[in-house]
């Protein structure tokens, strides 16, 4: 048995572990991430410890004074527990054990590495949440610097990737605001269910000693403490409920990434990517790739799988504490910096990567149908039926393809033979402009709406 393992397990263990069971049973390799928070678990722990009287004020003063030098150690590159350790928080507890002395195997008194564990995981998200969060309000910050150069600045709206009517730039835009916008509450919303503390659930059914776990949360600025010592080990929906909403996020740039492909391409032509964001290719010289919102949308799948992951991983415990329960680690971390390095990608390619084609733009919205609402609604608006209005336009509009002509280029005459409330202010209605301006209806493309939206906008992200 190594030096290491008979420190932390009890006489009862005779032999070592198999090297290779040693490795696989390991965390420190991924859980090192925690070291941090780790540290201030512990800080909180033996400050509990000493006012409860369990330790005293000497050996908690001995106790942070070798935690706050690990912490120093590990800052400084100088600690760098390898496998022996098992997990980060044997690692800590060893190391403090060596710079105070006998003191530092009374660190552990009336905690377990589960409720131990369950706090680290917490105190890291609940730090990641807040950056992911404060990345959202970047993203959407830019969002709006270019929503508000764009109001007028016109863009074919699509259904079912057909032209459908034509938007205000700074309208579509505005859509993934609202998504980001919801993104950013729904983290607040888990942030909450994060900041509860196990701290001294013990293993699964509390302590013997006489601790305050209201006292330990409150230095960790917890907001409340975990009611059930077993739920308190073993509740991963904190992690479970990131996961998701970190795949929401993830839904919506990879949305956006998907539509910055398609405007890149020849075919739309509605952006230029600028080279601080594109790649070329090796072998053909003429490409310019999106490689950034391909591998946006590209990374998105693995938030997904780690979302599964961690439901499936949960489904069949029986409680309390599970080492399956180790394997919340490494998904939730690739998570968070999946979701990290995403939006600050995505930041970039909006603020500075990308220009919009404004007169790919005019040209786009002046050669389609996408005003023939427009013109049902001129005669709906004239008493005609709308369906009636309709079915008129729709004949309009296959007359028109066949004659290779645009709703435009009809004459006053054709116009009046079609319908006899035509009128010559027909050709005002259907101009792309006027077809967006005239969307007034709350939550609508009109000018009107999306500066009042932009309005909205520009206060929540400053709140
Ligand atoms: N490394 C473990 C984990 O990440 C810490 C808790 C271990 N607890 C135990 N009873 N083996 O879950």
């Known amino acids: 048995m190594t030096k290491t393992q008979q420190q932390t397990w009890s006489q ?25 928070y780790d540290l201030t678990g512990s800080l909180a722990h033996t400050k509990m410890l000493a006012k409860c009287e369990i330790i005293s004020t000497e050996e908690g003063e001995r106790l942070v004074a070798g935690l706050e030098q690990i912490r120093r150690e590990y800052r400084e590159g100088n600690f760098n527990p390898d496998v022996d350790s098992e997990d980060v928080h044997f690692a800590v507890e060893h190391r403090l054990v060596e710079i105070v002395g006998d003191v530092g195997k009374k660190l552990h008194t009336g905690r377990s590495r589960n409720d131990q564990v369950g706090t680290d995981t917490r105190l890291y998200l609940r730090e990641q949440i807040q950056q992911i969060r404060q990345l959202l309000r970047e993203f959407q910050a830019v969002l709006v610097d270019i929503a508000e150069k764009n109001v007028e600045t016109l863009i074919p709206g699509y259904t079912h990737l057909q032209r459908a009517q034509p938007l205000s730039l700074a309208h579509h835009l505005l859509a993934y605001f609202q998504m980001s916008q919801r993104d950013w509450e729904r983290l607040g919303d888990v942030y909450k269910r994060v900041n509860i503390s196990p701290l001294g659930c013990g293993a699964l059914a509390g302590t013997t000693f006489p601790i305050d776990r209201h006292y ?19 509740d991963r929906d904190f992690a479970i409920e990131f996961l998701n909403a970190a795949s929401l996020i993830m ?52 938030v997904f799988g780690h979302l599964q992951a961690m439901l499936v991983m949960m489904k069949g415990l029986p409680l309390a504490y599970n080492k399956d329960l180790q394997e919340d680690k490494e998904g939730l971390f690739d998570g968070v910096n999946t979701v990290k390095a995403c939006l600050s990608a995505m930041t970039i390619l909006l603020g500075e990567g990308l220009e919009f084609r404004n007169q790919r733009l005019a040209e786009a919205v002046a050669e389609d149908f996408s005003n023939a609402t427009d013109v049902a609604d001129y005669l709906a608006a004239r008493g005609v039926p709308f ?64 500066n009042q939206a932009l309005q909205i906008a520009r206060s929540q992200i400053n709140k």
Not at 12 to 36: G, M
Not at 221 to 229: A, G, L
Not at 397 to 426: C, M, N, R, Y
Request: with cysteine.
């Open 12 to 36: 009862r263990f005779e032999s070592a572990l198999h090297p290779t069971i040693a490795r696989f049973n390991a965390s420190i390799n991924f859980d090192i991430e925690l070291i941090e």
């Open 216 to 234: 330990s949360a409150q230095l960790l600025n917890f907001d409340k403490v975990y009611d059930n010592s077993l739920d308190g080990v073993s």
């Open 251 to 302: 839904v919506h740039l990879s949305r956006l990434s998907e539509e910055v492909i398609l405007w890149s391409s020849e075919e739309f032509g509605f952006v230029t990517l600028k080279d601080s964001c594109a790649t070329g290719s090796s072998i053909m010289p003429q490409k310019k790739n999106p490689d950034v919102p391909e591998l946006v949308r590209g990374k998105t799948g693995r």
């Open 387 to 450: 369906r009636e209005a309709y079915n008129l336009v729709g004949k309009v509009v296959k007359t028109s393809i066949a004659a290779g002509k645009l709703l435009k280029d009809l004459t006053l005459e054709e116009w009046k033979q079609l319908h006899p409330k035509f009128d010559k202010d027909i050709y005002e209605a259907i101009l792309p402009r006027q077809v967006v301006a005239a969307r007034n209806s709350y939550g609508g493309t009109g000018f009107e709406q999306v």
